[in-house]
């Protein structure tokens, strides 16, 4: 198992339209995979 600092990872941050509410989260298994994003699509 890959280890990875988490302060590494790159974080998302999202706000509402009207900005009453907002999310911030990090993408921890796309950080062990070295960034690429996991594609399912044809």
């Known amino acids: 198992m890959d280890k990875i600092n988490e302060a590494e990872v790159a974080e ?10 907002e999310m911030k989260r990090k993408h921890i298994s796309v950080g062990m995979r070295g960034g690429e994003p996991y594609w399912t699509g044809p």
């Open 12 to 21: 998302e941050h999202r706000t509402s339209p009207k900005g009453a509410f």
